[in-house]
């Protein structure tokens, strides 16, 4: 059995659909039909979680169960010892390298902690007028990079050979991106990475081999719906310093660079006040996540503070965690007014 049939068996037990699994995953209900088909293995980390999520090991997942019946076990060793020998340390061996290989995959995730990708399924619409029978888009965020991979797949209606499809990718630089997209099948598509904050805009080229063009504009939508900005500035009215956090539907009311923005809702924050060298408070807070937010303000100076000159500059620095254990520091310097 293979893994993609493992993985189709296991949900079927638990009376799961595709896209339930998906869920759990975060992940697409495609990637869990592309696993089960064969066309797509999971990653290391999609095992590991697989593996969690149906209480086996990944051994059993990747199928390197050993099966020994102690009847034609002990027949086998009876007659052939010399050969039930070598066939065991062949076993050893192949067991041995296969838990090498594992190992080695473990390490390399675990130093890609706070690299790990967020997978969003982002838009999948086409009316009759479209060129296509379907599109897919697919975001991969990179928490600690602060970029994210753009995966784009289209199925033209009309497919004749020799056809080819382009992608002019704008919105994240001054000049467009152009990218000839790969064939699978009957499949075109490409992978794109941007930095957060960024809602590119897609059109896509089909050129017919009679060198006849026509275009489409692929919309995409939300596509950083998880992420949560940092703002923090004066309080007027108490003469100290205010913060909030507040969920992204809309990069256009993003200004500047994108150093200010989480990859979920905080979890812990720590913050400090220096002014002239000299630390004037310092606080921590944690938030409860078993609540979705939309915003969450607070105030973390007032003019209660002593020690505090606030006709001069000061700074605060925030050391934020947050659901996805990812650390950001900020510091800004405040001038009251």
Known sequence: MTTGEKIQNLRQQKG???ERLGQELNLSRQSISKWESGTATPTVENLIELAKIFDISVDSLLGNETIIQENKKDKFIKNFPFVLTGIMAVVSIGLIISQINIYKQLKRLENKVGVMPN???????????SLFT????????YYQNRTMDVSISVLPKSNAVGTKVEFSITGISDAPQIITADQNGQLYNT?????WGVTPEINVSVIRPDGT??????SVYEINEDLFQVMLEPAFNERGVHIEFRKIYDMDYISGGTENLLSGQPSVMD???VQEGKTIKTGSEKFDNYEEYESIERTILDGTIKNLNK??????TLDITDINGIKTTL????QLY
């Open 213 to 218: 063009i026509e275009n489409e504009t692929l």
């Open 134 to 141: 379907n599109t897919e888009i697919e975001v991969q965020k």
């Open 331 to 334: 510091t800004e310097d405040i």
């Open 16 to 18: 799961w659909s595709q």
């Open 271 to 273: 913050w400090k006040v």
């Open 191 to 195: 992978v794109v990475n941007i930095p």
């Open 119 to 129: 997978t969003v399924y982002v838009s999948s619409a086409n009316n009759e007028s």
């Open 311 to 316: 006709n001069k500059k000061f700074s605060v």
